[in-house]
Each structure stands twice: as C-alpha cells, then as structure tokens.
C-alpha cells in the first residue's frame, strides 16, 4: 500500500485524529440566517390573508424556503407556475399554514448546512502557514522555482496546471504546490459520511489521480473513508487505488517536505 496512504489510516486509528483534523476543518455552523424585516412583514401580511400565491411568491425570496418539497424549485425558478398550478400553490400553502409563522421563521433562519461550509476550510488551513511556508500569488508561483504552494481560486490553479503541467482533466483544482524542483495537484475533500453525494465526492476527487500531468497528483482526504469496515471508501483506498497518492491533510506536510 502507498506508505502516506497507510500512514493516514494509522494516524486515524491509532492517534487523536479528529481533534487535529479540527484544526484544519473547523466546522462550527453559522449563526441564524438573517431575515430581511420588510420581507418578513409582507410574509406575515400575506400569511394572515390566507393568500397563497403572495405567500409563497415572498418566501420563494429567502435563501431557504422553509419545508421540503420536490416541485419547490421549480416554482422557484418560474413564479408563473404559480398561477398556472393552483392546486400545487394550495397543498405547499396548506403545509405553511399548519406549520405556523413561528416554525416557518424558524425554518427560514436555520444556519447553513455544515457540509456547504466545508470547501474554504482547507485553503483558509494553508494560509496559516500550517505548512510552514506563506502561500504566493499566481506571478510570484510562476517567476522562480523555490518551494512555494499556489494561493489562487481553483480555476486559477486549473489555468496554471493547463499551462504548464499539461492539465486536461475538466476539474479545478484546491491545490497547486512546488517543493524540490517537484509540482504537486489536488483536491482536498472531508468525507463526513457514507453513500450518496460523499461517495460522489470521493469519485470527484479520486478522479483526479489519473490526469495525466507533468506533476505529482494527490487527493488530500480526510473523514470516514480512513476508518477500518467494509465501506466501499476504505476498500477501494486499500485495494484498487492502494498504489496512488491518497494523504491526510495532517501528513501533507511530511509528504511535501519528502519529495
């Protein structure tokens, strides 16, 4: 097996891994979500006239409707729809009418999703110099050859990686680095659960191991794929991708530094 993929596995088993992995993935969710007052109002206002194209026009407004329902979206996106389906207004409107302003509120200001908060962490974790050196903009990347790490958006990376690393994978990029003369590409992903959509991310980030590069390509994964089961996450890491670079980003630092 790679010897950082298996040094990640001992280090999730055998040492303090979450409370470290903390420091890198620092998921604390948001505060409420703020309710904009005169929006709220005509929310009330219409909720109170039992008018349910008004109602659900004024809640479409906020960034999080407040029940689940599969045609949502789509009457989000075409508000004409409304009119066009009545009996569809009226089953969404009878459930917000039973809900209750007070729950609806409630529902409307819940904090983010942890997991859609989860993508800048690990960049914010590079620029502490938890690496131990400062990430660089693009022109300071590109004009000599120390040991740098890229500090750019992902289609920035992607660009530079196109350019002169003979990237053609269609994915950007959450890490771009130099260490001894040696390019380095990735994704860094935190897997929080099994199936799903973290299995997909897994695929996502996986998927970038086969670009063909004039680099080193790495997946920096962290989460539940190192814990030791029949999952497909920790089979595949230990079976058929055994051989390929796939890091905790807690011993990225030793890798990088090995090259």
Same mark, same amino acid.
């Given at each position: 097996?790679? #010897?950082?993929?298996?040094?990640?596995?001992?280090?999730?088993?055998?040492?303090?891994?979450?409370? @470290?992995?903390?420091?890198?993935?620092?998921?604390?969710?948001? +505060?409420?979500?703020?309710? @904009?007052?005169?929006?709220?109002?005509?929310? /009330?206002?219409?909720?109170?006239?039992?008018?349910?194209? /008004? *109602?659900?026009?004024?809640?479409?407004?906020?960034?999080?409707?407040?029940?689940?329902?599969?045609?949502?979206?789509?009457?989000?996106?075409?508000?004409?729809?409304?009119?066009?389906?009545?009996?569809?207004?009226?089953?969404?409107? +009878?459930?917000?009418? &039973?809900? +209750?302003?007070?729950?609806?509120?409630? #529902?409307?200001? /819940?904090?983010?999703?942890?997991?859609?908060?989860?993508?800048?962490?690990?960049?914010?974790?590079?620029?502490?110099?938890?690496? +131990?050196?400062?990430?660089?903009? *693009?022109? /300071?990347?590109?004009?000599?050859?120390?040991?740098?790490? *890229?500090?750019?958006?992902?289609?920035?990376?992607?660009? %530079?990686? &196109?350019?002169?690393?003979?990237?053609? #994978?269609?994915?950007?990029? @959450?890490?771009?680095?130099?260490?001894?003369?040696?390019?380095?590409?990735? &994704?860094?992903? %935190?897997?929080?659960?099994?199936?799903? #959509?973290?299995?997909?991310?897994?695929?996502?980030?996986?998927?970038?191991?086969?670009?063909?590069?004039?680099? $080193?390509?790495?997946?920096?994964?962290?989460?539940?794929?190192?814990?030791?089961?029949?999952?497909?996450?920790?089979?595949?890491?230990?079976?058929?991708?055994?051989?390929?670079? $796939? $890091?905790?980003? *807690?011993?990225?630092?030793?890798?990088?530094?090995?090259?």
């Amino acid at each position: 097996m790679n #010897h950082w993929t298996a040094l990640s596995i001992d280090y999730a088993n055998q040492r303090n891994y979450l409370d @470290d992995l903390f420091k890198v993935y620092p998921t604390i969710p948001d +505060g409420i979500r703020d309710i @904009d007052k005169n929006l709220w109002k005509n929310v /009330e206002k219409s909720f109170k006239q039992k008018n349910n194209f /008004e *109602l659900l026009k004024n809640l479409f407004k906020f960034d999080l409707f407040p029940i689940k329902d599969s045609y949502v979206a789509y009457l989000k996106r075409d508000l004409t729809a409304l009119e066009r389906n009545p009996e569809t207004a009226a089953r969404l409107s +009878g459930r917000l009418y &039973e809900l +209750g302003l007070n729950e609806i509120y409630k #529902h409307c200001s /819940e904090p983010k999703e942890t997991n859609r908060q989860i993508g800048p962490l690990f960049k914010r974790w590079i620029k502490s110099k938890a690496l +131990g050196i400062n990430p660089v903009k *693009l022109g /300071e990347f590109i004009k000599n050859k120390n040991n740098a790490i *890229l500090d750019a958006s992902d289609s920035e990376m992607k660009f %530079f990686a &196109e350019k002169y690393l003979n990237y053609r #994978h269609n994915k950007g990029l @959450d890490f771009v680095a130099r260490f001894n003369n040696k390019h380095v590409i990735g &994704e860094a992903k %935190f897997l929080t659960d099994f199936g799903g #959509h973290q299995n997909a991310q897994f695929n996502d980030a996986v998927s970038t191991l086969n670009a063909k590069v004039k680099a $080193i390509n790495i997946a920096i994964l962290d989460g539940v794929l190192y814990i030791k089961s029949k999952n497909k996450m920790y089979k595949d890491i230990t079976g058929k991708l055994k051989d390929k670079n $796939i $890091i905790s980003s *807690l011993v990225l630092r030793e890798f990088l530094y090995q090259l």
